[in-house]
């Protein structure tokens, strides 16, 4: 019996259906971060809200068996919920494994009970924690003859708090300020104590105040009066009494100054977490992105030339300020510090970023988040700017792709404008994008270019108004050949042409690449 | 005679500017205000002055008047590159001025003292990792052409009077195609002072004083250039 037992747990670990199906009800249950969890959570708060708007409705209409039906309908789907939760709360089956090997191991006698037991246990933490008792008391209101309890379905509210994030979060507010809020109960607590005493020992006995009758009013009328309401249905009539009123009003308004103070702090601290959390799973959902760090103007105008090409962008910097000015321009940006490879691997390297580019002024700060992300993942294109000459073999050593020295390249730039201004201003305009009358581009040749295979003269360049500089040809370690055409050049797959010329012009050729067009007009000849 | 240049500030920029000129064998003298700056340049071998250059007696002495190709203001003052840019465009209609700016208002405002050109690095910094993320082998072998000391290179050529091209018709011209040569288009006076890019389809006939803009190994624009008997302008 016993063997079989543990046999059967063997079984189920083994069993791939069995583990998948259990790391999918968990993850429907329980991961925030899972894709298809929101719909699970809507229709949930969808059977809850349409279930206590039935209770609503039959107060003052006709019973309906349709809603009968409705309502169990409900209830079994909650009830599945619960069990379900149950279930993947933890796993009997490692338990059981777990002791079983280590009786074998150390060649005792197991049993079974022990192991059970452990995993009842822990099933019943699942069954008092407060989230259950919750569950629980939304399922109980089923039961007819427990009709009393109907009220009970005003906690399926509560089950609500289950399908939302937000909600979640604030309930955390109240645990992180237990102290204050414990502080601020026992103060209210002794205040109402001591003012309802005041009240009833003054105004309780017969015939002095018609409305103070037990000590309950009492306490009912502090606390009305205390929390500012004061609906003024029992009135303080000794001197006494007016006199505990002044002191329960003057302690109301500091209650609710402290409390409301209290949660107001907690909740923009809150806000601040809640809206990083925000970000990294926005971040999560998007696939090949660039990370930039170090917000900066050489950063701005980078992010404007990726945002026309349609980038996906995420702005990592250190300064809050920084990033509150990222955010104002709309882009997506988290604040947080780049040399740090636990946060690197929240913000996606590793995982979905593409590129990783580090625009920070100082070079150590730079080789760190070069160093972190490399380590991170060993395919992430990386490029980094170099401020000191000196610094840049050390950040290629750390793993960079590409590195950007603005100072090398200005003054690359200025002595060669000095040289030749027009030839420089021909071929840098373009590349800056100044002029936007011809462009610089590349053609790669792909698969299905009829062009494959054919000598490249017989293309009419001239044609097309396009200036071709060289072909790269991929096959041969990217090698460059200028001007082709006085040589006999085979073009290949992969191919790239690089060539002048207008947008639509360019277009024009790529779409002719795909037919025979391309080829000179040799038959009029 | 050698090409003589003043680099106005010694900074990082500046001293990278000195370098690379002295390398492609202009005369270069480094001006600037800063001690330390000034002993860096001493140290690298350049003629140093310790001028601020914000008065014209300065500037004079230097030879700003006609002894000077180009001045580059790329000291760490924004507010003396401006006033050097203006007081040298004063004394001198013709020179080349090229300044540093890392802001779009404050190139505006150089422009309009009279820089030829404003360099943003920041800007360049942010095309190149954009070219490299976009274009890889591309930038790559446009960086060749235009920046290195590889075989390929661009130039230009200045159409004189007795040039064979004076007279032709752009699109009439092939012989370059037999020295090996790409011709990328030209700058026509007539047209106004923007280059115009051979593709864009216009016939134009050559004349003096146009400057057409070619792309060839070394040897090749040196062939190129004597079978075009005009006179060379700049160098490569």
């Keep these: ?42 229709f949930m708060i969808f059977l809850v809200i349409s279930t206590i708007g039935i209770l609503i409705y039959e107060v003052n209409h006709p019973h309906l068996a349709l809603f009968d039906n ?144 037990n000590f309950f009013d009492a306490v009912y009328w502090s606390l009305i009066t205390i929390s500012t309401v004061g609906y003024g249905d029992i009135v303080p009539i000794t001197p006494e009494g007016k ?43 998007l696939k090949e992105f660039i990370i ?15 945002i026309k090409i349609k980038k996906k962008i995420l702005i990592v910097d250190e300064n809050p300020e920084k990033i509150a000015l990222a955010k104002e321009q709309n882009y997506l940006a988290v604040c947080g510090d780049c040399t740090d490879m636990d946060f690197l691997e929240k913000i996606g390297v590793g995982k979905t970023a593409v590129t990783i580019i580090c625009l920070f002024e100082n070079d150590a700060i730079n080789l760190s988040a070069v160093l972190g992300a490399r380590t991170l993942d060993a395919n992430i294109k990386i490029v980094t700017l170099v401020n000191n000459i000196e610094v840049e073999s050390k950040l290629k050593l750390a793993g960079a792709n590409f590195l950007i020295n603005p100072n090398q390249i200005s003054a690359m730039v200025a002595s060669e404008y000095i040289g030749q201004p027009v030839a420089f201003d021909a071929l840098y305009g373009i590349l800056l994008n100044e002029d936007i009358s011809a462009e610089v581009d590349e053609i790669e040749i792909v698969e299905g ?46 191919d790239i042409l690089i060539v002048i010329g207008y947008k639509s012009s360019i277009k024009e050729l790529k779409t002719n690449f795909f037919n025979n067009k391309f080829l000179k007009v040799q038959d009029e000849k | 005679m050698k090409n003589r240049v003043i680099v106005y500030g010694y900074t990082s920029l500046g001293s990278k500017i000195a370098i690379t000129l002295k390398d492609k064998d202009y005369e270069v003298l480094v001006v600037d205000f800063d001690e330390d700056n000034l002993l860096k340049a001493k140290k690298d071998e350049f003629k140093t002055y310790n001028y601020t250059l914000l008065n014209d007696d300065e500037l004079i002495s230097l030879g700003i008047e006609n002894k000077i190709d180009s001045i580059f203001c790329v000291s760490k003052s924004d507010k003396n590159n401006l006033f050097v840019t203006l007081s040298v465009r004063n004394l ?60 390929l290179n661009i130039s230009q050529i200045y159409i004189n009077k007795n040039s064979i091209f004076n007279q032709k018709f752009l699109k009439n011209i092939k012989v370059h195609k037999q020295f090996n040569i790409l011709l990328l288009g030209i700058m026509d006076k007539e047209l106004g002072d923007k280059f115009i890019f051979k593709t ?27 079978y075009v008997e005009g006179t060379v302008n700049g160098t490569i």
């Design chain 1, 243 to 285: 006199f505990v009123t002044l002191i329960l009003v003057i302690n109301g308004f500091l209650v609710i100054a402290f409390s409301t103070s209290i949660l107001t702090t907690a909740l923009a601290e809150r806000m601040e977490h809640i809206k990083q959390n925000r970000i990294e799973s926005e971040v999560e959902k």
């Design chain 1, 1 to 42: 019996m016993k063997t079989s037992i543990v046999k059967f747990f063997y079984f189920l670990d083994n069993s791939s259906f069995y583990t998948d199906f259990k790391a999918f009800t968990k993850n429907i249950l329980e991961n925030s971060k899972y894709k298809y969890k929101k719909y699970f959570d809507f």
């Design chain 1, 449 to 494: 270019m009829q062009i494959i295979g054919f000598d490249i003269n017989q293309i009419d360049f001239d044609d097309y108004n396009i200036v071709l500089i060289g072909v790269i040809d991929t096959k041969q370690n990217h090698k460059f050949i200028f001007n082709p055409t006085n040589i006999k050049y085979t073009i290949k797959q992969n």
């Design chain 1, 70 to 213: 409705y309502e169990y309908a409900a209830i079994i789907i909650f009830i599945i919920e619960w069990l379900g939760r149950l279930w993947v709360y933890n796993d009997t089956r490692k338990i059981v494994i777990q002791d079983y090997e280590e009786s074998l191991f150390l060649a005792s006698n197991y049993n079974l009970k022990n192991s059970i037991k452990k995993a009842f246990n822990e099933k019943l933490k699942f069954i008092f924690s407060p989230m259950s008792i919750i569950d629980l008391l939304a399922i109980l209101p089923a039961y007819r003859p427990l009709r009393v309890l109907r009220i009970f379905l005003l906690f399926r509210l509560f089950k609500i708090l289950r399908y939302t994030n937000s909600l979640k979060e604030f309930l955390h507010i109240f645990k992180e300020r237990k102290f204050e809020l414990y502080t601020l109960v026992i103060l209210s607590t002794v205040v109402i104590f001591f003012g309802s005493t005041i009240m009833f020992i003054y105004e309780g006995p017969v015939g002095q105040n018609p409305n103070v009758n």
């Design chain 2, 92 to 151: 001198n209609r013709n020179l080349k001025i090229i300044s540093v700016s890392k802001t779009k208002a404050e190139s505006k405002k150089l422009l309009v003292a009279g820089a030829t050109k404003v360099l943003n690095p920041n800007d360049l910094g942010a095309l190149k990792i954009y070219r490299n993320l976009t274009k890889p082998l591309m930038t790559k072998v446009l960086d060749d052409i235009l920046f290195t000391k590889s075989d």
């Design chain 1, 292 to 306: 930039i760090c170090g917000y900066r103007t050489i950063s701005k105008s980078l992010i404007e030339e990726l």
């Design chain 2, 200 to 226: 864009k389809g216009i016939n134009h006939k050559i004349d003096e004083g146009d400057i057409l803009v070619i792309v060839g190994k070394n040897n090749d624009l040196q062939r190129f250039r004597q």
